[in-house]
């Protein structure tokens, strides 16, 4: 693999978007192509980028790979002649994959799944929606911003733009009466299983019953949680922006645990 740099190769996975494994060799005992320190990347697709060993601990590390990617955690793996497992688990805990190799030797494989944090796109150039921009960036959300001009860190984004979102994704409106029904609509026909507005009920409600005339279906409309935030009782928009943080962290929290957000409608 003449040339081939496992960082260069990092880094161009990270530039993707898409999410991967880094698979290091940690330890090896007797006779085993595997090397300590070896390094891989493992794709979503299961494709092994970097040299970790034989034909058995490549299956092992797809396999692990895909486990990880799908939980999102961590794992140590042990791949081990098939003649020496017994169970599943090693005595100190670690998961055991059979290996078939003839080569007889036994290797630890630290496998550490990476995906880019979630989006979190905001409508509007109002206050409020320029202090929600400057909170996400210091929480490492990938910020972009719409109706208003790029900043350090936050890219501009076009309302259609929003269709390549993901459902972990996260939209905020705060438009604050510029283009009020236009933001929120594009937000609700976004992916993103969370939306929230910056506004009353009142307000929040007269403008969903405009798109339901208008034919949007009841399960997009249920999906937003207006006023945005926890109730912290925040008047400025920097403490206004720490309630809708807040909330997306609690949201966000709740997926990792496999729960369903709390999410209240406009009528709520």
């Not at 060993?53 to 081990?80: H, M």
């Not at 909170?135 to 959300?141: A, E, N, P, S, V």
Request: glycine fraction near 12%; charged fraction near 20%; proline fraction near 4%.
């Amino acid at each position: 693999m003449s040339g081939f740099d496992i960082f260069d190769t990092i880094e161009r996975l990270r530039r993707t978007g898409r999410p991967f494994c880094l698979a290091t060799v940690v330890r090896t005992a007797d006779v085993t192509s595997a090397k300590a320190g070896a390094k891989a990347a493992v794709t979503e697709g299961g494709e092994v980028l970097g040299h970790l060993g034989g034909g058995c601990v490549q299956r092992a590390v797809r396999s692990a790979a895909a486990e990880a990617l799908a939980s999102g955690q961590t794992r140590l793996i042990r791949v081990k002649p098939a003649e020496k497992v017994v169970t599943m688990t090693d005595a100190d805990g670690v998961q055991l994959y059979r290996s078939g190799c003839p080569s007889g030797g036994t290797a630890d494989i630290l496998i550490e799944p990476y995906s880019l944090p979630p989006q979190l796109v905001i409508f509007g150039a109002s206050p409020i929606a320029r202090a929600i921009t400057a909170h996400g960036l210091l929480m490492g959300y990938r910020v972009a911003v719409t109706g208003a001009e790029a900043t350090d860190g936050a890219r501009a984004v076009a309302p259609e733009d929003l269709a390549r979102l993901d459902e972990g994704d996260f939209v905020v409106v705060a438009s604050q009466g510029q283009g009020d029904l236009a933001a929120l609509r594009a937000a609700l026909a976004s992916p993103a299983r969370h939306v929230a507005m910056v506004a009353s009920r009142v307000k929040a409600a007269a403008l969903t019953e405009r798109l339901a005339a208008e034919g949007m279906s009841a399960d997009r409309i249920a999906r937003l949680k207006s006023p945005a935030g926890l109730d912290l009782g925040g008047i400025d928009p920097h403490e206004i922006a720490v309630s809708v943080i807040a909330e997306i962290v609690r949201w966000r929290n709740a997926a990792g645990r496999g729960e369903v957000g709390e999410v209240s409608g406009p009528g709520a």
